[in-house]
């Protein structure tokens, strides 16, 4: 029994840390000046949430016993989820601020536009 709760603490705890991660962004997005701070968020959110959710389902994974490809799988995804996000975010961010969008007065500074 003491198992069983302690396999399902260590996936639920990381899977509700992952799901807060989103429910905080989705929160914050919406309270967002503009949109590179939105795509700011955004970024934060899918880089740690989903982190919380692969180690949630690779210690899922581990209650059927330790396999050398889960543990694999399990790691080219949290690299995998670093990269891609922050491409992502970076491209978006890109995108965002090239199409002329209103900035947040808040906004302290512009390096894109120092640059040119």
Do not use: K, Q
Not at 18 to 35: E, K, N, T, Y
């Amino acid at each position: 029994m003491g198992g069983s709760v302690l396999s399902d603490l260590l996936i639920g705890v990381p899977a509700l840390l992952g799901s807060l991660c989103f429910l905080v962004a989705a929160v914050s997005m919406s309270r967002a000046g503009d949109a590179l701070t939105r795509i700011n968020i955004l970024s934060v959110a899918t880089g740690l949430g989903m982190m919380m959710f692969v180690i949630a389902a690779y210690v899922n994974d581990l209650t059927a016993g330790f396999r050398w490809h889960s543990l694999l799988t399990a790691l080219v995804a949290l690299v995998a989820t670093v990269v891609v996000t922050s491409v992502a975010s970076i491209t978006l961010a890109r995108a965002a601020y090239r199409s002329d969008g209103r900035l947040d007065p808040r906004t302290a500074y512009d390096d894109i536009a120092e640059e040119g």
